[in-house]
């Protein structure tokens, strides 16, 4: 059974950094394009950024040059790490698989990052 | 970067009633198109992929269709379970931007 459990999410200071985690079961994340995408409370949803299987990655504009997508195949986990953080960024986080027919099949939870003072 | 615009934002029905949303890209994405739902709390789920395939075990009642920059989804009769935030992506090209969203609510 594939599963996404997000973690990492919390309460940090703007300026400050979190790095974001989602483990993978089920399935092999160096396979796939992995997604994160995140959602503000009371809004839409916002995507950030993909890695490819190859290793290529991309941003939303809205976080590039301040958050960086990765994996660690050894333990089939996605990280975002996020620096320099704003106010606007918060939101629920979620990780998604996409499979190679350019969807998002699969879902993680979501993990709750707040950025205030 | 491509502009997905949804319409209606919201909009009311009833159990039963047909229902239409509809998603403009802001140019030409093949049928690179794909349609989520999310309930509150929860993360969204995939009911339709390139514009017209139905996700495995999602009902035969949504249905989509479309191709370049004009697509639908519809909602043959409303369920109680419908009543929900429908949101379109492109996966034509990157960043993968969604839709706005629309809100279905109980009439």
């Known amino acids: 059974e594939v599963q996404l459990v997000e973690s990492g999410g919390g309460l940090v200071q703007p300026g400050g950094s979190l790095r974001l985690s989602c483990a993978a079961s089920g399935f092999t994340v160096s396979s796939n394009y992995m997604n994160w995408v995140r959602q503000a409370p009371g809004k839409g949803l916002e995507w950030v950024s993909v890695?490819?299987?190859?290793?290529?990655?991309y941003y939303a504009d809205s976080v590039k040059g301040r958050f960086t997508i990765s994996r660690d195949n050894s333990k089939n986990t996605l990280y975002l790490q996020m620096n320099s953080l704003r106010d606007e960024d918060t939101a629920v986080y979620y990780c998604?698989?996409?499979?190679?027919?350019?969807?998002?099949?699969?879902w993680g939870q979501g993990t709750l990052v707040t950025v205030s003072s | 970067d491509i502009q997905m615009t949804q319409s209606p934002s919201s909009l009311s029905a009833s159990v039963g009633d047909r229902v239409t949303i509809t998603c403009r890209a802001s140019q030409s994405i093949s049928n690179f198109l794909n349609w989520y739902q999310q309930k509150p709390g929860k993360a969204p789920k995939l009911l339709i992929y390139?514009?017209?395939s139905l996700q495995s075990g999602v009902p035969s009642t949504f249905s989509g269709s479309g191709s370049g920059t004009d697509f639908t989804l519809t909602i043959s009769s409303l369920q109680p379970e419908d009543f929900a935030t429908y949101y379109c992506?492109?996966?034509?090209?990157?960043?993968?931007?969604f839709g706005q969203g629309t809100k279905v609510e109980i009439k």
């Open positions: 992506q492109q996966s034509y090209s990157t960043p993968r931007t």
């Open positions: 998604a698989r996409e499979t190679l027919n350019w969807y998002l099949d699969y």
């Open positions: 890695i490819y299987s190859g290793g290529s990655t």
């Open positions: 390139a514009a017209s």
